[in-house]
């Protein structure tokens, strides 16, 4: 076989088929990057239990219809006694309406976990584009951005959510998008100060020099080193959103039609459960809550350190570098 | 005592996860009095590691074998009390890139003057301020400079107000870990200038780290050439620049070109490959692979260091006796 | 040596410094570079050589004075840009920041290509992959397939360096602009890197425009040289006459403290560099020069003008040797304020 064909390192490393073309290079690079980066994920221990967890909740979202009917959401089929403790039948009791809130939890988990999830969407989505540019541009437009941003940074969230959920009406969606609107300054300032930082690297200059225009540079270069952040900033930023979803539909602005744990907890506030003691209505849904959000911050802490360029030096960077007179 | 520094049989391994990585193998290293001594090598060698022991300043995870026999009491050894005094007081260094060891929101005088208070905590203000002044004229700075942050001073004057700061205890040895490779060659002369003239006037030992042959050949008496954590030639220092005998030694020495040299012109002169990783070293001798005159036994055995003279050393098989 | 390819004239570059002040870090250049030709651009940092090299690739744009690619003045529309930077290319100091940590060794060679369509254009009908792979052996990686997946924290400083010069001859240029190509590598292996800018030179036929602060690189590769200070170019030629007869005291100075000259008695100059925003009147030089301190141009009568007159800019001249030196041009047989000795 010539070494064409199958050049095998003199470290050991694989070589490469001189016959892959570039695409399968590019699909190959990215499983390796993905399988290194899983390996080093793994090892952290609080990432992992974090993982299973959200695994865990994803599941039970997921599999809602098959856990518990969806018949015992209607109040009109409802068959239990009046927030009745916990029983065999009921395991975790009923509601005020004589709902199992055990499948109210289930159910529930569906919907805040989706509003989360879409709220982050729409505040990732805002923030990466208007932190890119405005870190990007040094002309009128990056300031403008950036003043914008700071002005919706400053605007207290809880008012505001108020303000926009009354006059856009009571649905998931408009909660979604009350949410993102109102989360995406402080993403948008994490990606404007590491691409400001990443725009005076060398290889961001290189492109310039082989012909690469401004988006060619912001798409190829900026974008890859930023995600690791903005990977690490999702995760934080959907725990946020699950508790801003809860916080607004506790307050009674959430979609009247669906259940959330945060429209749960609303429910037991108005029926007084806290003072008859019907722990059972109170407590689960307030406990996944902050499960969820601690999981989601758990992965997040992970990722940040897994995406950690400094873990990319390895052992050069002990040694002091290939290359210069000094180091070791 | 004359003696200043003597290292015997010195080696350090860094613990890793992966396993032992060998920085440094049993290094023998004599300085004395009014001597400046040049360690020269490449990234890996290991002769910023190896001097990195003298303050006992080597990361914890390393584990150290040997002697460093600072006159005479080994600083491996020696309690804390000890070392706290021989920092600064006994040994200083100049570390490596001047431009991150100084604290940007402190004025330069403070930071000289932080040390002399360290080792004498009730010394009155006004003595501190003299000495601060002393010191930066004796760098060639004027002593209004004290006042400077180190964002005003230019790359230079920061190398020198590092030296200053090394001398701010009156040590007996000064290391200097690459002081002039980040700074331009008139900057670089001038700071050289001014650390050869330190020695003489104040007696101090010089220890100089380089990968930079040609200055160390200019300024040190003698030389230490390191290669893969081990000393592979010694000797006075125009010898090794000019005639060396270990085949490392002399590209080392033929990569900086002498300016009208016409053997030189249109042939620069290198070495395949690149220096070793510490971890996965070669066998046997570690530049066999990139030596142009190694043959099969080389890499059979570790070569000891032989004498050729007096005061020559060399580590390799394939150098003839005169 | 064929003709002239890429030509700055009488280029001045400015910045604006924190508080206004204008910092002229190019003061009137005249430089140019053919293919098949090795020029080094030398000079401390502050001389504004590095500035020369971004000017010329057009990622700076001049005050006044033009640059001139193949005769015809520089536009800097995108697209004129473009078609410049496919035939004029450059390999930027400090390889190891120069490579996206994120981008394997292919994708960082093959970029500039997909940029251009190289592949597509390409008289012999190579893919992309056979492409990238004949740039990295050309730039002496061998064998190329064993370093495409590799990323650039895997490997030494010299190969870094090398798929650096090999992104750059991906897009076949005719002219090469490498800054302080070794200045950052281990001592024993800058031989190689500048031996392969040797070949590239003899093989490919390449100019190379090489900007650095070390005299010894210079006179191991380089066939024409410029001395730079404050912004302008000193003293230009030959290397073997400049660097064995240098004119002008600045040469002199810098060439006396290069350690490994021990005949020559070191001139250290005092101070540093003046800022670029207070360029000294007359010549630029007279604060720190030599021969006004020991008198020696005051004995020759030429005091007066060193401090009074500013001199010119030199010509471009590929053959002779030119100094800005109101003294050297005393001293020389031919009198114009720039002195030539030819």
């Known amino acids: ?328 | 005592m004359n003696e200043l520094l003597r290292m015997r049989d010195v080696s350090l391994t860094y613990r890793t996860e992966e396993g032992d990585v060998p920085a440094v193998r049993n290094v023998d290293l004599d300085l004395d009095r009014g001597e400046i001594l040049g360690l020269a090598g490449e990234s890996g060698c290991g002769k910023s590691t190896l001097a990195s022991t003298i303050l006992r300043l080597q990361p914890p995870s390393a584990r150290v074998t040997g002697e460093v026999l600072f006159e005479g009491h080994d600083v491996l050894t020696m309690s804390w009390g000890d070392l706290r005094a021989l920092r600064w007081a006994g040994a200083s260094m100049v570390f490596q890139g001047a431009l991150h060891s100084l604290n940007p929101v402190r004025r330069v005088g403070d930071q000289i003057a932080e040390p002399i208070h360290l080792h004498d905590p009730d010394i009155e203000d006004k003595k501190v301020e003299a000495r601060v002044g002393e010191l930066l004229e004796q760098v060639g700075l004027p002593a209004a400079r004290a006042r400077a942050y180190p964002h005003q001073l230019s790359g230079g004057q920061k190398q020198r107000i590092m030296i200053a700061m090394a001398l701010a205890c009156r040590p007996r040895l000064i290391v200097a870990d690459e002081p002039t490779t980040a700074l331009d060659v008139m900057v670089q002369a001038q700071v050289l200038h001014v650390l050869s003239g330190l020695v003489h006037e104040l007696g101090v030992g010089m220890l100089m780290i380089s990968h930079d042959l040609s200055v160390l050949a200019d300024l040190c008496d003698r030389i230490v050439v390191m290669y893969g954590g081990r000393v592979v030639e010694q000797g006075p220092s125009k010898l090794v620049f000019g005639e060396a005998l270990h085949p490392y030694a002399a590209a080392l020495s033929a990569a900086f070109p002498r300016v009208g040299d016409p053997a030189a012109r249109f042939a620069p002169s290198g070495l395949p490959g690149d220096p070793p990783d510490p971890a996965a070293l070669p066998p046997g001798c570690s530049f066999a692979p990139r030596c142009p005159k190694s043959i099969e036994e080389c890499s059979s055995a570790v070569p000891e260091l032989r004498s050729f003279g007096a005061d020559r050393q060399a580590a390799c098989i394939r150098v003839e006796q005169p | 040596m064929t003709g002239r390819l890429l030509e700055a004239r009488k280029v001045s570059v400015e910045f604006v410094a924190r508080g206004g002040q204008v910092a002229r870090a190019l003061d009137g250049v005249d430089l140019e570079v053919g293919a098949g030709e090795i020029v080094a651009l030398v000079g401390e940092s502050g001389s504004g050589k590095t500035t020369v090299a971004r000017t010329m690739l057009g990622l700076e744009r001049p005050a006044s004075g033009e640059v001139v690619f193949e005769g015809k003045p520089l536009s800097y529309s995108l697209r004129r840009l473009r078609e410049l930077r496919r035939r004029v290319q450059m390999v930027l100091q400090d390889p190891a920041g120069a490579l996206n940590p994120r981008q394997t060794v292919y994708e960082s060679v093959a970029e500039g290509m997909r940029l251009h369509g190289i592949a597509a254009k390409d008289p012999e009908k190579r893919n992309e992959t056979q492409l990238v792979a004949a740039a990295m052996a050309s730039a002496g990686l061998r064998p190329p397939e064993r370093l495409f997946l590799r990323y650039p924290h895997e490997l030494s400083g010299g190969q870094r360096q090398r798929v650096l010069i090999a992104g750059a001859l991906a897009l076949g240029p005719e002219l090469l602009i490498a800054d302080e190509p070794v200045s950052s590598l281990d001592a024993s292996i800058r031989g190689e890197i500048l031996a392969l800018l040797l070949k590239l030179r003899d093989e490919l036929g390449l100019g190379v425009l090489v900007v650095t602060h070390d005299l010894g690189l210079a006179w191991n590769i380089a066939d024409r040289i410029a001395v730079m200070y404050l912004g302008r170019v000193v003293e230009a030629g030959p290397t073997e006459e400049v660097l064995q007869a240098p004119q002008h005291p600045y040469t002199q100075a810098l060439l006396s403290v290069v350690p490994e000259i021990e005949q020559v008695r070191p001139v250290v100059l005092t101070g540093e560099i003046p800022d670029p925003s207070r360029i000294p009147g007359g010549c630029r030089f007279h604060p720190r020069c030599p021969a006004v301190a020991d008198g020696s141009a005051a004995a020759d009568g030429v005091e007066e003008a060193c401090r009074n007159q500013p001199l010119e800019i030199l010509p471009p001249d590929p053959h002779g040797h030119h100094v800005a030196c109101h003294l050297a041009a005393l001293r020389s047989s031919t009198g114009p304020r720039t002195g030539s000795i030819v």
């Open chain 1, 1 to 328: 076989m010539s070494a064409a064909q199958n050049p095998a390192a003199h470290d050991g490393s694989p070589g490469v088929p001189a016959t892959l073309s570039a695409r399968q290079l590019a699909r190959r690079r990215r499983r390796d990057s993905f399988l290194r980066g899983w390996r080093l994920f793994r090892r952290n221990r609080s990432g992992m239990l974090g993982l299973v967890v959200l695994a865990l909740f994803a599941l039970v979202a997921l599999a809602a219809p098959l856990l518990a009917s969806a018949e015992g959401l209607e109040v009109t089929k409802a068959t239990g006694g009046v927030l009745e403790p916990p029983s065999s039948e009921y395991w975790l009791g009923t509601d005020d309406q004589g709902r199992s809130v055990l499948t109210l939890l289930i159910w529930g988990a569906r919907i805040s976990l989706f509003v989360g999830l879409a709220a982050t969407v729409i505040s990732m989505v805002i923030g990466t584009l208007v932190g890119l540019v405005s870190g990007f541009s040094s002309g009128w437009a990056g300031a403008v951005l950036f003043r914008l941003t700071e002005w919706f940074l400053v605007i207290p969230f809880l008012p505001l959510a108020i303000v926009l959920a009354t006059v856009l009406g009571r649905s998931l969606f408009n909660i979604a998008l009350v949410i993102g609107v109102t989360s995406w300054p402080s993403t948008a300032l994490l990606i404007r100060s590491q691409t400001l930082s990443i725009k005076e690297r060398a290889y961001i200059e290189r492109a310039r020099v082989l012909g690469a225009g401004r988006w060619h540079q912001i798409r190829k270069h900026v974008l890859p080193n930023v995600m690791p952040m903005v990977f690490a900033n999702t995760t934080l930023t959907v725990a946020i959103a699950i508790l801003a979803e809860t916080t607004l539909s506790f307050l009674g602005l959430g979609d009247p039609t669906r259940v959330s744990w945060g429209s749960m907890l609303e429910d037991a506030f108005q029926v007084g459960a806290i003072t008859t003691g019907a722990w059972w209505f109170i407590v689960p849904p307030g406990v996944c809550v902050v499960l969820v959000v601690l999981a989601f911050t758990l992965v997040g802490q992970a990722l940040e350190e897994v995406l950690n360029p400094r873990l990319k030096g390895g052992r050069a960077m002990m040694i002091g570098g290939g290359g210069g007179g000094g180091g070791t």
